[in-house]
């Protein structure tokens, strides 16, 4: 007889054992010669050492599964334990150009040619400026990048920050506390969230500090370290506040910076940091500045329209 461990220490475990362990109960009938205990994170089994390793297999292949779509149900338990269970995706969709599967399996891919960059640029740069009009994705992509980057266990948190700025509104007049005042201005960034992680998850995270969203003048005085962090909007931060923000960079970490130098919202006698730092930075060893335009535009086909008319 032989005893061995599996960890299952990257998901809540009620979610991967089903309700009243229903996914567990269907890996007991299948493994009637093996005896499965499961205790918080972890799965114990034990029994013959070839019947654990088939075992290990096959529910090696139900993590995966979980982790690339975020939910596991008999079925699938069912389909993976069959002959049948390979480790396909649905409509037979090629997976090596996806950053995360969210939601309901949805994959999150880079569509286009500029968003295509970002990915490469990222990969070979610690600090990318990603600049382009509304709609072409910056923050959609940015925000996948740093989620698969923590479901790889490349940094350990992500930190998402927006400056504060108040778009014809006045902030100060707003109901509520700080934090009411301020989550309508991250919003973006919460939604982007939600579509690539399970919600209760993303809450959780945020609980424990896993993940971050952020006024940009909390970044103030800190060492963003092993972590993700996006600058976002960032055509409304001030070249001090800009300089700041590049400055909290510690040893390993990946900063991605997005903005729209067609929508400054600072006063007329304010400039912006993000143009300033195109033209300060532009030679900077280690970062890179990727430019997107109508054609990355992923919204409602009028959005492109809508950029083109007014460029023009």
Do not use: C, W
């Not at 005042?181 to 424990?208: F, S």
């Not at 940009?216 to 070249?239: C, H, K, P, S, Y």
């Amino acid at each position: 007889m032989s005893e061995v461990i599996i960890p299952i220490d990257t998901f809540n475990p009620v979610e991967f054992f089903g309700v009243n362990d229903s996914n567990l109960e269907v890996l007991r009938k299948n493994f009637p010669e093996l005896k499965l205990v499961a205790r918080g994170n972890e799965i114990k089994v034990i029994g013959d050492e070839k019947n654990i390793h088939v075992f290990s297999e096959k529910i090696n292949r139900l993590i995966q599964h979980y982790q690339k779509f975020g939910s596991l149900t008999v079925d699938n338990v069912e389909h993976f334990l069959s002959d049948k269970g390979k480790d396909a995706v649905p409509n037979g969709q090629p997976t090596t150009d996806v950053l995360v599967f969210g939601q309901n399996g949805i994959m999150v891919r880079a569509r286009t040619v500029n968003q295509k960059k970002m990915v490469e640029s990222t990969e070979k740069n610690d600090i990318v400026f990603a600049i382009g009009p509304a709609g072409t994705g910056k923050t959609y992509t940015a925000v996948a990048l740093a989620v698969r980057a923590l479901k790889n266990r490349e940094i350990k948190r992500i930190i998402l920050t927006r400056p504060a700025v108040e778009a014809g509104e006045n902030l100060g007049f707003l109901p509520g506390d700080l934090k009411e005042k301020i989550d309508p201005y991250l919003r973006p960034l919460y939604d982007a969230l939600y579509d690539m992680i399970q919600g209760e998850k993303v809450k959780t995270y945020i609980e424990n500090g896993i993940i971050e969203v952020a006024p940009l003048a909390f970044m103030r005085g800190r060492t963003l370290d092993n972590a993700f962090v996006i600058l976002d909007e960032a055509q409304n931060a001030t070249e001090s506040q800009l300089k700041m923000f590049l400055t909290r960079m510690g040893p390993s970490a990946k900063f991605i910076v997005t903005g729209d130098v067609t929508q400054i919202d600072l006063p007329r006698n304010q400039p912006s940091g993000l143009v300033q730092a195109i033209k300060i930075l532009s030679n900077v060893k280690g970062i890179d500045f990727i430019y997107l335009d109508g054609q990355d535009v992923v919204r409602h086909r009028i959005v492109k329209e809508i950029i083109e008319a007014y460029n023009k």
